[in-house]
């Protein structure tokens, strides 16, 4: 069973449009920048995220959420202590994202 990487952004008040733009589209070119080492080949199973369009008001100021799928437990660590690109990504988002909360679950295990 694979594990989804869940991760809630809330943006600095002052961000504008263009630099959250910015976040997102680097956010959402991991599936396709994130190579694996062994294979060379892009390793994430599943990468997509938006803003957030629930009524409900529950929110807070988290406003946009990326999701992203990993097959192994070695991927992901992979993903979270050495890959070039989530490194590039997560320091390009300084200065411009707030509160950036991350959870993982694996389906079907509680």
């Known amino acids: 069973m694979g ?17 959250v ?3 997102c589209d680097k956010m959402m070119s991991l599936k396709d920048r994130c190579i694996h080492p062994k294979t060379h080949m892009p390793y994430l199973k599943m990468a997509i ?6 009524p409900e008001g529950l929110r807070g100021r988290i406003s946009h959420v990326f999701v992203s ?13 050495e890959d070039p690109a989530f490194r590039e990504a997560v320091e390009s988002i300084e200065g411009i994202v ?8 694996s389906p079907g295990e509680f």
């Open 3 to 19: 594990i989804v990487h869940v991760e809630l952004f809330e943006f600095k008040p002052l961000a504008t449009q263009e630099e």
């Open 21 to 23: 733009q910015q976040v």
């Open 49 to 54: 995220g938006g803003a957030d369009v629930c």
């Open 69 to 81: 799928e990993f097959d192994t437990p070695e991927d992901r660590k992979f993903y979270l202590e």
């Open 98 to 105: 707030e509160r950036r909360q991350v959870v993982e679950f």
